[in-house]
């Protein structure tokens, strides 16, 4: 069975520091990994994804993600964080060998960025 | 607007009544999924469809839930005789063949009162 674990149900940063959202996965096979914000009474907007190839994925918004396999983790990542950065994010997962199966979500990970 | 549709956005029903929601997909998408929320959880998934056949169902479809795609573009779910429990947001999302991320759509916020 394949389950997405986010440790922190929030994450404060101050505005122009590094962010860093948390997400571990669990699947019997290789994994593909997402990550999706959600805004107030939205639906999820996808921003990145890890299919095959470099660790470091980049996505929209200036955002980033790093695969370990070794650790099983999938960490999103920003540089510097905006105000309008602030939403809930969710860690995906689908393992690679089980067909065009339903993506698997984490609890979600809710970010506040503070001016 | 390309992407997916959701109809409602909002509905308030009462206890025991039936609901249906429908769902657009991006247009060149041949699967479909249908997820539910409720506050502080992730989406959870309820059902899929590739084209008209329905592939994959959750153990969280009850036999209250049913959902179509009769024609493999728009897809429809209903809800009979709501509970409070259904009060949620029922998410829409759609890929194409080969593709592996989903996107989604706005979602329908029921409210079983």
């Known amino acids: 069975a394949q389950s997405v674990a986010q440790p922190e149900d929030q994450v404060n940063v101050a505005e122009g520091n590094p962010l860093t959202v948390k997400c571990t996965y669990s699947?019997?096979?290789?994994?593909?990994l997402f990550w999706y914000v959600q805004y107030p009474n939205r639906g999820l907007q996808f921003l990145l994804k890890y299919i095959t190839g470099d660790n470091l994925v980049k996505g929209s918004y200036g955002f980033e993600a790093e695969f370990n396999k070794s650790q099983t983790s999938f960490h999103l990542k920003k540089p510097s964080a905006l105000v309008s950065d602030s939403a809930l994010y969710f860690c995906a997962v689908r393992d690679r060998n089980s067909g065009n199966t339903p993506l698997v979500f984490g609890k979600g990970t809710r970010l506040s960025v503070i001016a | 607007d390309t992407g997916v549709s959701q109809d409602p956005r909002h509905k308030i029903t009462k206890r025991g009544q039936n609901v249906t929601f429908r769902c657009d997909p991006i247009?060149?998408?041949?699967?479909l999924y249908w997820y539910r929320q409720t506050l502080g959880q992730g989406p959870e998934f309820l059902t899929y469809?590739?084209?008209?056949?329905?592939?994959?169902k959750s153990r969280l479809l009850s036999d209250r839930f049913s959902a179509e795609r009769p024609k493999g573009s728009f897809s429809t779910l209903e809800i009979q005789r709501t509970e409070q429990g259904d009060s949620a947001m029922y998410l829409c999302a759609s890929s194409s063949s080969g593709a592996t991320e989903a996107f989604f759509g706005q979602g329908t916020r029921l409210t079983v009162v």
């Open positions: 699947v019997s096979g290789n994994p593909y």
């Open positions: 469809f590739q084209n008209e056949a329905q592939l994959e």
């Open positions: 247009s060149e998408h041949n699967r």
